[in-house]
């Protein structure tokens, strides 16, 4: 059988096949021709190489080649369990075999037992310590564990040992290096490499587009992630990251249709195929339950399936114990609406714990955080395992996770169920898909219950609204002149300070049309890059709409902005994702907000805060009504300074008053 294995080698696989059926003919039919000839049938009938393989094993069920290709192939139908049986009894007949290890450890990874998969790549690599496969199948698992001290250290012996190392080897060893030594630019380096080495593999584009986003180079990921391969599992996930970083520029050109198609590929695709970046589809115009199957699938995705540590009992004690979980104590939106609410817990009923995941930083705020907490804990070069087995000792009954799928999160610390009730808030407004989280803190506004099929989540409804708000929060004591803002000292200004990646073309279309009707008004935009304000520019000019009349914030501190609201005289906000923050601000400035609430939590947060002041008639169901609504308040100028100052046309009008501050309980 020289010659067919030497066929086989050079991948002739006609010729192999036709010299094992000549060995068959003439009498030699024993299980190494049946093997030799499942190999050459395998690259096109299956099913075939697989009745052949039987056939060897009818000859010999000794054969360990035999049982070796067959379990191969069931691997590669992804019938794990069958291939789990035939490598096993392969080692039962050669134990300790590498690569029979470490087939049988992906195999093993197929039936999600991580952990039995990792034993047996270890056992690989005892019995042989250069096992390149074992070796780097160790490194994914346990970067894909999140253990990513200890996946660093084998992935840079594999880097010494393969001077030729894929992309996956460069993938895993840039996220090691961003989770673990937290150095952005030399991930960035190692998935640049993975990108050399593999232009259109998904994976190394989806991280390496990351990296670029993480320090504001949108342009560079939507071009990196329009190279990428239009399959694998993570293609959705490309798809709309590059949704995500065109919404960033505003660069609208096909943008419609891209969200289109992922939409649609979300609706068709199986449960654990429509992997998209969560996060990115709460900004898209997708639906609620289309959202769900996005985080469920991410969920499945990216986190373990075997925690390390088991579910706690909750213990009734005279205090209840609190702990929070966030990589945003720092000056950061969540931090500025939750501050209060941590310093006016009623510690005689209450105790809290911070677990800041974050980098350290020194400010005011930060130190006022820690002086709120009763324990703060810095967790940020801690691993996940040990942060969870942290809160577990500190006997924490309600743990609250502030990131969800946000950048900074650790979610595999509450997969871990360390408190035996795991709750998300304000951080993250959508579905985590993920068993471990039991609430989301939202309000009946927000999140009504006809909204509770597309959250795994049970809502725990507050009784008037989801978000709180800092009112000690320190204001400039001047605002300075419209002029010191770039506006003009005269005429209606329209603002909106929400992240330019919520603005879509749909409802700039409508700012644009309120900007022609009222003559001398301007609309006053967040802070953006150079390539952000051109785009936007050029989209007004292709409205009609003179490039001046859209004038961008500068960047300033939060005292500030908040005193540079005086200058505003509508805040008009972004559907589907709605001012959150930016809309908190802006009223407890006394700016009224006017919003468009869909279907999906993210698209009904300013709606929540309006009518928990008492303003519900600031709330329109679709942008037509927005329009119009809008319209209204601009052109009267009986009503435009009062506006500004609290009152409100008398179509809209409310008993509320527009300085009323959203406080911490609603």
Known sequence: MRDARAALERGDFHAAEAICRDALERGQDDAVVWTLLALALRPRDASAAAAALG??????????????????????????????????????????????????????????????????????????????????????????????????????????????????????????????????????????????????DAPSLVN????????????????????????????????????????????????????????????????????????????????????????????????????????????????????YVSSDFRDHAIAYLLCEVWERHDRTRIETTAYSIGPRVVSPLRTRIELAFDRFHDAFDETAEGTAQRVRDDAIDVLIDLNGYTRGARSEIFAMRPAPRQVS??????????????????????????????????FLHLPDCYCPSDTRRVIAATSGSRADAGLPANGFVFCCFNNPYKILPAVFDVWMRLLAAV????????????????????????????????????????????????????????????????????????????????????????GSQLHAIGLPELVTANLAEYESRALALARDTQYRFPVRHGAIHPEFRSDARFDRPVTANG
Not at 68 to 86: G, I, S
């Open 55 to 200: 056939r060897a094993l009818e000859r010999n069920p000794r054969s360990v080649d035999a049982h070796f290709h067959l379990a191969n192939l069931h691997r590669e139908a992804r019938r794990f369990p069958e291939a789990v049986r035939e490598y096993e009894e392969a080692l039962r007949i050669a134990p300790g075999h590498a690569s029979l290890l470490n087939n049988l450890g992906l195999a093993l990874e197929g039936c999600a037992a991580e952990g039995r998969a990792e034993t047996r790549y270890r056992e690989a690599l005892r019995a042989d310590p250069v096992h390149r496969k074992a070796l780097g199948n160790l490194v994914h698992l346990l970067c894909r564990l999140r253990r990513h001290e200890e996946a660093l250290r084998h992935c840079e012996r594999y880097l010494q040992l393969f001077a030729d190392a894929d992309a996956t080897i460069w993938v895993d060893h840039g996220i090691c290096v961003l989770q673990h030594l937290h150095d952005n630019a030399r991930a960035e380096a190692s998935f640049r490499r993975a990108v050399s080495l593999a232009p259109r």
């Open 208 to 323: 390496f587009a990351s990296s670029l986003m993480t320090r504001g180079d949108f342009a560079g990921a939507a071009d990196a992630l329009a190279g990428a391969a239009d399959e694998g599992p993570l293609q959705i996930y490309a798809l709309s990251l590059l949704a995500l970083a065109r919404a960033h520029l505003c660069a609208w050109d096909g943008l419609d249709a891209l969200h289109a198609q992922i939409a649609e590929r979300i609706a068709r695709s199986a449960p654990n195929e429509c992997v998209a970046n969560p996060l990115a589809t709460l900004s898209m115009p997708i639906a609620p339950s289309a959202q769900r199957r996005v985080a469920e699938a991410w969920t499945r995705f990216s986190l373990p399936s075997e925690p390390s540590i088991r579910p706690v009992a909750l213990v009734h004690r005279p205090k209840l114990r609190i702990g």
């Open 425 to 458: 808030w304000l951080g993250y407004v959508g579905t985590q898909g993920a068993p471990w989280i039991d609430y989301v803190v939202t309000d009946r506004f927000a999140a009504p219950d006809a909204l509770q099929p597309a959250f795994s989540e049970r």
């Open 519 to 606: 003559p001398g008004s301007m609309l006053w935009l967040s802070p953006g890059d150079d390539a952000t304000v051109a785009n936007l520019r050029r989209e007004a000019l292709a409205r009609g709409i003179p490039a001046h009349r859209l004038v961008f914030a500068a960047h300033v501190p939060l005292p500030e902005h908040l005193a540079r609201h005086a200058h505003a005289d509508l805040f008009v906000d972004t559907t589907p994702h709605s001012a959150g923050t930016t809309a908190n601000d802006a009223l407890l400035m006394g700016v009224p907000v006017l919003t468009c609430a869909g279907e999906t939590m993210a698209s009904r947060l300013a």
